[in-house]
Nanobody
């Protein structure tokens, strides 16, 4: 069982930056795939980024070049650095975890945090 707690959301102007953090419980954090998803009002939860035990990562096209995912296995924490934020980035951001690559479909991931709100004003 993995418990995830996100933090770092907030209100920022367009063009600004935020860094989200996701602290995970469990001794085997380093072996987990970690992902970030987001959900805007009235929309489905969508993939943002993922990072694997090897350090390999992947991004949605909409955030590529602006967002950076990283992990600190000593702190059991995954980060999402978000730069050049746009109003369309406004959403609740969720951290996800699983024992292997689960792709970009939210339903394939088994462990979720409670979410943190990111609001980007124009």
């Amino acid at each position: 069982q993995v418990q995830l707690v996100e933090s770092g959301g907030g209100l920022v102007q367009a063009g600004g930056s935020l860094r989200l953090s996701c602290a995970a419980s469990g001794r085997t954090f380093s072996s987990y795939a970690m992902g970030w998803f987001r959900q805007a009002p009235g929309k489905e939860r969508e993939f943002v980024s993922a990072i694997y035990w090897s350090g390999g990562n992947t991004y949605a096209d909409s955030v590529k070049g602006r967002f950076t995912i990283s992990r600190d296995n000593a702190k059991n924490t995954v980060y999402l650095q978000m730069n050049s934020l746009k109003p369309e980035d406004t959403a609740v951001y969720y951290c996800a975890a699983d024992t292997g690559s689960r792709g970009r479909v939210a339903g394939n991931w088994n462990y979720w945090g409670q979410g943190t709100q990111v609001t980007v004003s124009s």
